[in-house]
């Protein structure tokens, strides 16, 4: 049953991460393009979370490993775009800084991910 469980937890924090994620191999200019979107999708997957996952703590420590996953994503994806010279505008680095993506990350997590759509 461990083993089960494990599996069930990696797989929702994969859903609520993943469209995030997977954004972040695109590249640079197709993951700007689609954060905002994106943003919105994670927002809704972690009030899915919230909303099948009745403890309150288990809810928690599952988005906090899929808001983790995004972090790490991200870092990786501006590590290597700033390593291939990812430039916008007048020589300014066009990615997030790493103190402004914790901050959006945290500010998803407080406000409970907002709603999910109807039907869902």
Same mark, same amino acid.
């Given at each position: /049953?461990?083993?089960? &469980?494990?599996?069930?937890?990696?797989? #929702? /924090?994969?859903?609520?991460?993943?469209? !995030?994620?997977?954004?972040?191999?695109?590249?640079? *200019?197709?993951?700007?393009?689609?954060?905002?979107?994106?943003?919105?999708? &994670?927002?809704?997957?972690?009030?899915?979370?919230?909303?099948?996952?009745?403890?309150?703590?288990?809810?928690?420590?599952? #988005?906090?490993?899929? !808001?983790?996953? #995004?972090?790490?994503?991200?870092?990786?994806?501006?590590?290597? $775009?700033?390593?291939?010279?990812?430039? $916008?505008?007048?020589?300014?680095?066009?990615?997030?800084?790493?103190? &402004?993506?914790?901050?959006?990350?945290?500010? #998803?997590?407080?406000?409970?991910?907002? *709603?999910?759509?109807?039907?869902?």
């Amino acid at each position: /049953i461990d083993q089960d &469980l494990k599996h069930a937890c990696e797989s #929702v /924090i994969s859903a609520a991460s993943e469209p !995030l994620c997977s954004a972040h191999r695109c590249g640079p *200019s197709r993951a700007d393009q689609r954060q905002p979107q994106k943003l919105r999708d &994670l927002r809704v997957s972690i009030a899915r979370v919230r909303l099948y996952v009745p403890d309150v703590r288990t809810a928690g420590v599952l #988005v906090q490993h899929a !808001l983790d996953r #995004v972090e790490d994503s991200y870092s990786a994806f501006s590590l290597a $775009a700033r390593q291939v010279g990812a430039r $916008a505008g007048k020589g300014q680095d066009c990615l997030m800084d790493d103190r &402004l993506l914790k901050q959006l990350l945290q500010d #998803v997590h407080e406000d409970g991910g907002g *709603s999910p759509p109807a039907g869902t």
